[in-house]
């Protein structure tokens, strides 16, 4: 009896150990993740990947409260145009929904959203030029992939909007 405790008491030991190990390498990671070093790499291998550039202030995100905070946040087409960006986005996500394998964001904040929109003369949009152009698919794989399409778009009239319509 006294050996099937002390076996017990070295694995609960050994949890706990290893628990405490993982939390201190993630809460290392986070604190990287925050450092101006790690952001720089985010956005070059971002940039990689796209034609345009993307490029941002500050980026938060917390894993205790679910939180994910981005500051400042810019695209610019191949040609450095800038072609939209924000001063604030904020996204609270809600912990209970994740445990149930769903995604629910409790609060949403977008700041200063701006958008600018020229069409070339076969109707192309010059936002579309800061992204990969999409890749031919086969017949069958497009039955696969759903998307959403919607049939207009509505923007509130400001300062800092313009109001335009689909192409």
Sequence with gaps: MKIMTRRIKIILFAIAIASL?????????LFYLH??????????KINEAIPGT?????FRISLFTGSLDLMNFQLKASDNDRLAGFDRLF????WASLVRG???????ILEKPWV???????G??????????PESQSPASKKKNKKMVADSLYAPVG???QCIGWL
């Design 21 to 29: 190990m993982i939390g201190l390498v993630l809460a290392g990671f």
């Design 35 to 44: 450092t101006n070093h790690a952001q720089s790499i985010i956005q070059t």
């Design 159 to 161: 300062p800092d909007f």
């Design 91 to 94: 996204v609270n996500i809600s």
């Design 124 to 133: 192309r949009l010059n936002l579309a030029s800061a992204f990969p152009a």
């Design 116 to 122: 600018t929109l020229c069409a070339d003369n076969q």
């Design 102 to 108: 769903e995604l629910s964001v409790s609060e949403l």
């Design 54 to 58: 993307i490029s941002w202030d500050r």
